[in-house]
């Protein structure tokens, strides 16, 4: 099981950007081998849907439709963390952001266990 730790999250206006950022440890986790992705929640929500994923190295990327060409996911296996710039923000970004790791090729986190989550909200 993956244990993270979301952070970075704020209050921002339309068209500004955050970075998030997720610190992903676990016993027997070890980072670097797995894909990484992003995940929210809008309010009132019932699902984790998908928003970007990176693949173990960091050399392949993939993002919702409704994300592609603002937010840009990176990796630092250094630092077991995963990020999430966020630029050109718009009200409907507003969410509570999860990581996870993901299946490798898919949009499905590998695991059940999720962080706290770190809000964004986005006034207009």
């Known amino acids: 099981q993956v244990q993270p730790v979301e952070s970075g999250g704020g209050l921002v206006q339309a068209g500004g950007s955050l970075r998030l950022s997720c610190a992903a440890s676990?016993?027997?986790?070890?980072?670097?081998?797995?894909?990484m992705g992003w995940f929210r929640q809008a309010p009132g929500g019932e699902e984790r849907g998908f928003v970007a994923?990176?693949?173990?190295?960091?050399?392949?990327?993939y993002y919702a439709e409704s994300v592609k060409g603002r937010f840009t996911i990176s990796r630092d296996n250094t630092k077991n963390t995963v990020y999430l710039q966020m630029n050109s923000l718009k009200p409907e970004d507003t969410a509570v952001y999860y990581c996870n790791a993901v299946v490798p090729g898919s949009t499905v986190a590998a695991f059940g266990s999720w962080g706290q989550g770190t809000q964004v909200t986005v006034s207009s």
């Open positions: 676990g016993r027997t986790f070890k980072f670097s081998n797995y894909a």
């Open positions: 994923r990176i693949s173990w190295s960091g050399g392949s990327t």
